[in-house]
């Protein structure tokens, strides 16, 4: 958005301190509601009074209080804007004001825009990108520092790669507000250079120092928090929500995870209080459930369903996240705030009729008021995709037979290390039933191999599919059992230059085009996200899911090499954690048949 004009001014206050006693004009009054306080859970009746982008008086109902524009707010609540504490807009795979022009009259007022998915891809260029976009944008888009791109440095490789001295240079920016999610642990934990002195930027920059303690314990999570990290959203379970409480990590509660929201509303309401230290998050929405089921507005909802206070819930939205995000001015209806205001007609569905940011009213009832200016994009954000066309023998296992023993990876989420014995024909693996055949493949020119692992535990398969959107180097990933259904769902990305598609019989059955950097849609929100679903349906049709780990959500995170237990990259079969980096997945060659 524009630079929030500032609330220091000497006549602004002035002009605040007169309306609020009564001796002058507020410039906008918004009267006949109530007011539900983040402070102290009581709802009360009351008036506020703005002057400019300042809460100049939150007091009881007076009809003779004067003002330049009055905005009745009979049977609403008058409640602070909602602030997202960690998001990436890429996964709604539409464009920044697009995302916008949705979560806003949502009442998402503010937002941390971690944009390593763009910074991956195309590097500074997406970065940059991320800060016009936020600047041109309605709605409070605060950006941060990629800290980790590649993700996994060694383990894999991406289009770019941001050491400490680039980070340093970003987070001097006023348009950076600081160190995004620091996921590349175990380097950091060990003391790796690289890790390292990114860290140390950020607390040389006095700005955040953002966190991702996926599978982190005892003396590891103690160590993580020492190291600078302050927040986490990678929660595994209670016992994980409880721990990083008590090491004094901000907690980031998200909505993308929905299965684990019941167990953390359980032990939030054993402690008897909400933590200041809780907040909010929404982290990735797919374009469907943005449009349908909503943003941190849906978040909200499940907990407040689940049972957690509706105060606590908009507490750890509103004051609590302005607080961890060190922003002072947001999150409290209150005199001397910012006026980023809601006016909601029921607290516990979340159901935002107006929108106030700085004091203008910028949405009412679902829709932005004036819709937001397209930012140019930069060239090097199209054309992505650097790869050759491929031919189904880029996705065989070559071996000698008759038999091999090989590496696999067993359950998706959480994947181990697994080994079987599997048929050789013609000088290639035959996979059983139960196997299926998982390909990455370096997009941004390196000449590398299409590397291919075998995975158990997947479900069956019946046709591919393949993606550019795949945490998080974005290399292009496939996934399926027919080599010449693997390699038609990657030629259709490829002659895309980004995006998803679904094989079925050798053909193509649905795809969604992402030309912007591979992730992105030029598309409007409803049409992105009816090309989704419809790609979505088509693929349940073909695999056997099994949740809540094994759905097609965990799709887009099997590469995740950050995190801990073996995955498969564009270098190989690797697990960081364990210095295991393996180009090919047969172990051994020429295994004889038993009898």
């Known amino acids: 958005m524009t630079h929030d004009p500032s609330l220091s001014d000497p006549t602004l206050r002035g002009r605040a301190v007169s309306a609020a006693r009564g001796e002058g004009p507020f410039d906008v009054l918004i009267h006949g509601g109530r007011l539900l306080d983040v402070v102290t859970g009581r709802l009360r009746a009351a008036d506020v009074g703005l002057v400019g982008p300042l809460i100049a008086s939150v007091h009881a109902p007076d009809p003779s209080r004067a003002a330049l524009t009055r905005i009745d707010a009979t049977g609403l609540t008058v409640m602070p804007g909602l602030i997202d504490t960690h998001m990436h807009v890429e996964s709604s795979m539409v464009s920044p004001e697009a995302y916008a022009a949705h979560v806003l009259p949502l009442g998402v007022t503010t937002a941390l825009w971690d944009p390593h998915e763009l910074a991956n891809v195309c590097g500074l260029a997406g970065v940059d990108y991320a ?142 209080h909400l933590p200041q230290t809780v907040t909010l998050c929404t982290d990735d929405v797919f374009p469907d459930d943005l449009l349908h089921r909503g943003a941190l507005d849906r978040l909200m909802r499940i907990l407040i369903a689940e049972g957690l206070p509706v105060d606590w819930v908009w507490r750890a939205a509103t004051l609590n996240a302005a607080r961890q995000i060190g922003r002072p001015d947001l999150g409290l209806v209150a005199p001397g705030r910012r006026a980023d205001l809601l006016l909601v007609s029921n607290l516990a569905e979340g159901t935002t009729e107006t929108v106030l940011v700085n004091g203008r009213v910028v949405a009412r009832q679902g829709a932005l008021i004036d819709a937001p200016e397209p930012v140019a994009l930069p060239a090097k954000l199209r054309q992505t995709v650097d790869l050759p066309p491929f031919v189904p023998q880029d996705f065989e296992i070559p071996a000698r037979g008759p038999r091999a023993r090989i590496a696999t990876l067993i359950k998706p989420r959480f994947p181990e290390w697994g080994e079987r014995l599997v048929s ?67 030629n259709a990305v490829r002659e895309m230059q980004g995006g998803l598609a679904v094989v079925e019989r050798g053909k193509v059955v649905a795809r969604l085009c992402l030309p912007t950097a591979g992730l992105i849609s030029d598309a409007p929100l409803a049409e992105v996200a009816a090309d989704f679903a419809d790609l979505r349906q088509r693929l349940d049709r073909l695999v056997d899911w099994c949740p809540p780990l094994l759905v097609f959500k965990a799709l887009f995170g099997a590469s995740l090499v950050c995190n801990a237990g073996p995955r498969l990259s564009d270098m190989g079969l690797v697990d960081p954690f364990a210095g295991i980096c393996r180009t090919g997945c047969v172990l051994e060659e020429g295994l004889p048949i038993p009898g």
């Open 131 to 272: 800060c016009a976009a936020a600047l041109a944008s309605p709605m409070r888009l605060l950006v941060l520092a990629p800290s980790c791109v590649p993700s996994a440095p060694g383990f894999e490789a991406a289009g770019a790669d941001f050491d400490a001295s680039v980070i340093a240079d970003l987070l001097a920016r006023d348009d950076v507000h600081g160190l995004a999610e620091m996921m590349t642990m175990q380097p950091l934990l060990s003391g790796d250079a690289r890790v390292k002195g990114i860290v140390d930027a950020g607390l040389a920059s006095g700005k955040r120092v953002c966190g991702h303690a996926r599978g982190l314990t005892g003396r590891d999570l103690n160590a993580y928090a020492a190291a600078g990290v302050e927040s986490d959203h990678e929660l595994t379970s209670a016992a994980d929500l409880i721990a990083r409480l008590e090491v004094g990590l901000t907690v980031e509660l998200r909505g993308s995870h929905e299965h684990l929201l019941p167990e953390f509303v359980a032990a939030l309401n054993a402690l008897g």
């Open 424 to 490: 050789v024909e013609n000088g290639a693996l035959v996979l059983p039933e139960d196997m299926i055949r998982m390909s990455v493949s370096n997009r941004y020119g390196s000449g590398a191999p299409t590397r291919v692992a075998v995975l158990e535990s997947w479900g069956r398969w019946r046709g591919a599919y393949a993606a550019t959107v795949s945490h998080d180097g974005h290399n292009l990933t496939c996934f399926g059992r027919e080599p010449t259904d693997l390699a038609v769902a990657a």
